[in-house]
């Protein structure tokens, strides 16, 4: 049982600028097979970016690591990205001036259309993801200046809809809630955002008003949150990463989450669960380790332990079918490891196994995993 790295991928950097080192701060693998991976890089230590760093993003052929097939170029660094599920030619990414753009890798480096500065968000944007639509071209974004912008990425000069996540309800952007994560939740409609305040804010968009589309919240950790997901095969279970610990939440329990880790030594700084096996998920820590925890398996300690890097890890992104994960660092590197058989088939009642340990969490409310 175990992962092998398949390949690294370092992102070049302009030759006047060699000794910053940008993070990949976002990931995500092409829908069409997963041959491919987008990688967003940017300087996170934002008061000591130089004015000469590159602000290039790339595209990795997993059969070329030493040169990336395609530079994405926006105006302003990108800190995330997702591929377009339904058209693996588009990209859309959140840039650190808060602007979105929108590629077409037909059309080439340059992005087809950005959203104005005027209509953008105010800070980085942390989070963003296409949503299922008839059309394919609508996405959401989520950013430290406590909004939520849903956008048509035909026509990106405003948004279509705006959400102040005003834990008042009142609207007010000053009291806003900043955000870091995002996710959505059983219904295009009904979302969850992870806040910079250790807060999860339960959404639902069509809600009759702006207070009522804050629907509630969850207390989860002791900082911001910097990764959130569902669970895939149990939609009303979500996966929490921030602070020291990973944390499994149930939709009907507010009070508290129903299983979480012991505290780490170090970060957690992203997390996802596995798309094949309902009990397996990943967490990466900014002491270069990737973990895969088995809650069937073993409840002690992670399943598996892998040191990946010297550096932090600061992203992650498993491939569709369960069998390729990407790890993105501090220091500019992805790597990619190949995940057992064991680790990336689902198991014998597995599903079943699963639901009678999620509905005895539920019952008794929370343990930990140690």
């Known amino acids: ?23 990949i701060s976002g990931l995500s693998w092409h829908p069409d097979g997963g041959r491919k991976l987008a990688a967003a890089y940017c300087c996170l230590k934002f008061q000591r970016t130089p004015t000469d760093m590159s602000l290039d993003s790339y595209i990795w052929d997993m059969e070329n690591p030493k040169c990336p097939e395609m530079t994405l170029e926006p105006d302003s660094p990108l800190v995330c990205l997702d591929y377009n599920p339904k058209d693996p030619h588009t990209l859309v ?4 001036n808060g602007q979105i753009a929108y590629w077409d890798t037909r059309r080439g480096t340059q992005p087809v259309e950005y959203s104005s500065m005027e209509h953008s968000h105010k800070d980085p944007v942390y989070k963003i993801i296409w949503l299922q639509s008839k059309t394919g071209t609508d996405a959401f974004s989520a950013s430290t200046d406590g909004q939520v912008l849903w956008w048509d990425v ?17 609207g007010i952007l000053d009291r ?10 059983l219904s295009p409609t009904k979302f969850m ?18 207070a009522e589309k804050i629907v509630c919240t969850y207390q989860g950790h002791h900082g911001a949150i910097y990764a959130m997901q569902r669970n895939p095969f149990f939609p009303k279970n979500f996966l929490t990463v921030g602070d020291w610990t990973a944390r499994i939440w149930s939709e009907d329990i507010k009070e508290s989450s129903i299983m979480s880790t012991k505290y780490q030594m170090s970060y957690l700084m992203d997390a996802c669960w596995s798309p094949v096996r309902p009990s397996v998920f990943f967490t990466v820590k900014m002491e270069g380790v990737l973990d895969i925890w088995d809650i069937l398996f073993k409840e002690s300690e992670p399943t598996l332990s892998v040191k990946v890097s010297d550096k932090a890890l600061y992203s992650l992104r498993i491939q569709d079918n369960g069998q390729l994960v990407a790890c993105g660092s501090d220091n500019g590197e992805a790597t990619v490891l190949k995940i057992c058989s064991g680790l990336s088939t689902l198991q014998k009642n597995e599903k079943s196994l699963v639901a009678d340990v999620r509905n005895a969490e539920t019952f008794t409310e929370q343990r930990s995993f140690f």
């Open 193 to 210: 955002v992870g806040t910079e305040e250790g807060l999860v804010v339960s959404c639902n968009r069509k809600a009759k008003t702006q």
């Open 1 to 23: 049982m175990g992962v092998q790295p398949v390949s690294k991928h370092r992102g070049r950097l302009l030759p006047q600028c060699s000794d910053v080192q940008r993070t």
């Open 176 to 185: 806003a809630l900043g955000a870091i994560s995002l996710e959505l939740f």
């Open 93 to 96: 990414g959140g840039s650190y």
């Open 154 to 170: 035909r026509k990106l000069n405003e948004p279509t809809e705006h959400l102040v996540l005003d834990p008042s309800r009142e």
